[in-house]
């Protein structure tokens, strides 16, 4: 058998096929198998492999056929929301390291589930969350390590991205995602700002996320756009969406740290994960791209631009991979977590982002719907390490860790 | 007696100073009588008076006295926080219009002492909310007038200043609000940003804040700001202050809109309101000084610079402003406000700011503060207009209206 990564890739329609083509370019990597529900997409993934020039994956409708092979040491799936965590547990059980697409739950009881499977099997259960990768991120992360910010008190983040336009156009497709904006009102898609921020925090390692409340506002965008894609009396622009246009979420974590994030996607506005850093010592502004550190910026309360500051600071894994050649897309990102994950697999170590994090990180979703459905009332958010978090350290060999910076790893 | 306004002036320490300053260079103003509990204070204040040209006003130390005058029309107060809901109402059990400088409340409770002495007086009652005369916020009111945001649908605001050197300075001579920052734990300055934001929404006049949450970070950088001022081991860095570093209050409105506050006034950053207004149709940014109008921004989904947009839409009060020659701290904010207050007892009319706004804004401070206390349960605001801001409308002949643009009226 190859000395390669072995892998089986489920879900192959838009996320799916990036992420797939992106996968079958590294040579380490075999894909042994490729699952779609839908026949063409089935297809249509084994052609994304081959094009790349690798042998033809075996090509399956059911899940639990790909799983029922013995040469798949790790599976990864960019299904719908719904799927993620009876795939993950499915995969846990089959004893084949799980790495997931982005996404919340839909109860805390999941996120558990997502838990016991890991601590049943020992098997690794990773969210693919790529903004943990991203540059501006990992050069703060590192910029937070060496002590710039001081003490950090206050994070915010945000998914701002207007959506509203495919939101709408998929109506008759019967896309997933439009059906939870109809049905639901939440903190749909927590994790590319929130994820950064615990990395940052040390959430489930030596801190955690304590409480949350949830406030949405009302639900106009995506009747707006509807009305403007398909008329005002059309049935988009009629429907009544129960998702509101804004939802703010507050959290508070067990070292006294707030963290404000916005799902804002059925609005009109320019891309933005508002991310914003601050600290006993300073402040950093992705809106603006900017950064204020006391005694280091040149001229009291005023900003600096963050783009020497990205420079001098750059994270080891960022410097290694300009010099190796920035691949894949969302800036490098996706590129980088299909990396941790396929060489946790590799090394036979812990993912990065672990169980702990992705339960943690999707619960807010669950949390963040019952908050606002009890007019924005603060829930607890569950301690899924049961107490695990306060010894929890980061791993020394990972050198995609996101818990420490590992120069010495590259 | 003079045809001119006759003024009592109570409280004239540091922003006192200036404010009788610039109010002593209007030429159809008296400065009547001047009141401080301290003699010296007091007669500074008359100098300032007499520098300008004026008649020397006469000196108290008790505003009672003051108050006692026939001659006194209207009064403006900049004491300390806890003096304003006493003194307010003194004065408009006295007949005289009480316009008082910015601060929060201490309970829900006095906020409705203001509102009953002014419903069984019928004098006047002004917060001085200098920023709901800011030129931004007043170009943005006249945009979203002009319906140019589509429905509003989230704001967002803070007061983002770092008053640590100040706070921690002040502990000596035993400052008012260093005390606040000992004792208290809540967003205890919320109407820079919050007033003008209440003016977009049409708080109190067809619209009105109906609930919030408080979360307050860990209170770290009046420490940190004292240890590096007097050594580690100084009191001030040894004190528990009890204030959180970062406030965030979450309001949701009648009409489903939410608005989000960051009091955030003991770190190290630059100065910044972070206005953010954002509807059906486009999104402003105060951060990064920019713009997004769907259909009018340059490029889809790309920010626009908003100074040409300040030029297009500026406010005609603010046209005229500059026309006349802008006067006045804070960028004409001052000179503006106490016009605003000024004009409405010379045309014998309302207020623009009226007791149902200030009571309205100072309860946030109470009720941050038990939320807070409360592990950030949402806490109802009161409807300090008992129903009334169903149908109030605003006032067509006042130029310096906050909830209508009077075009005609310059």
Redesign the interface.
């Known amino acids: 058998m190859s000395e390669n990564v072995r892998l089986g890739f489920i879900g192959c329609n838009y996320r799916g096929s990036g992420m797939l083509s992106l996968l079958s370019e590294m040579e380490d990597v075999d894909i042994v198998a490729v699952c779609d529900r839908i026949e063409s997409n089935a297809n249509k993934a084994a052609a994304i492999v081959t094009e790349k020039g690798k042998a033809e994956p075996a090509k399956y409708l059911d899940h639990h056929e790909l799983l029922s092979r013995d040469d798949i040491q790790g599976v990864i799936a960019c299904t719908a929301w719904l799927d993620h965590v009876n795939l993950a547990v499915d995969c846990m059980r089959a004893g084949k390291y799980i790495g997931f697409e982005v996404g919340g739950a839909c109860s805390v009881e999941e996120c558990w589930r997502l838990v016991y499977a890991y601590e049943e099997t020992g098997v690794p259960c990773m969210m693919l969350e790529n903004c943990c990768y991203g540059r501006n991120e990992l050069a703060l992360l590192n910029m937070i390590k060496q002590g710039l910010f ?2 950090l ?2 994070m915010q983040g945000a998914y701002g991205h ?1 959506l509203s336009h495919s939101l709408v156009s998929r109506i008759q497709e019967r896309h997933y995602r439009t059906f939870h904006y109809h049905h639901r009102n939440c903190e749909n898609y927590p994790t590319h700002e929130l994820g950064p921020i615990c990395n940052m925090l040390n959430i489930n390692r030596g801190n955690r996320l304590l ?1 949350l ?1 949830s ?4 639900a ?2 995506l009747n ?1 756009r509807a009305a403007k894609m398909f008329g005002e009396d059309s049935m988009p622009a009629q429907r009544h969406w129960n998702q ?3 939802i ?1 979420t ?1 959290i ?1 974590c067990a ?4 963290i ?1 994030i ?1 799902l ?1 996607t059925t ?5 933005s994960r508002e991310l914003c850093v ?6 950093y ?1 992705e ?2 791209n900017r950064i ?3 005694g280091i910026s040149q001229t009291p ?3 600096d631009c963050f783009a020497p500051y990205l420079e001098k600071y750059e994270h080891p894994l960022w410097k290694w991979f300009k010099n190796t050649g920035v691949k894949g897309g969302h800036g490098g990102m996706d590129y980088l977590v299909q990396r941790a994950f396929i060489e946790s697999i590799r090394d036979n170590r812990e993912t990065p982002i672990d169980v702990y994090d992705t339960a943690t990180w999707m619960s807010i979703t669950a949390l963040s719907e019952d908050s606002i459905a009890l ?4 829930v607890a958010i569950p301690d899924f390490t049961n107490g695990l978090w306060i010894d929890r350290r980061p791993d020394p060999k990972c050198r995609y860790s996101l818990d420490a910076v590992h120069n010495d790893l590259f």
Chains 1, 2 share one sequence.
């Not at 406030?215 to 009302?218: C, I, L, P, V, Y």
């Not at 609005?267 to 891309?271: S, V």
């Open positions: 001081g003490e008190i206050h207007d409480t409340t406030t949405a506002s009302k106009r965008g707006a509101g246009d804004v703010t507050v508070k070292h006294g740290e707030t404000t916005n804002d609005l009109p506005r320019p891309y601050q600290g006993t010592e300073g402040i502004m809106d603006g204020y550190i006391e309360h005023e900003w007019g924005s009332m603060p």
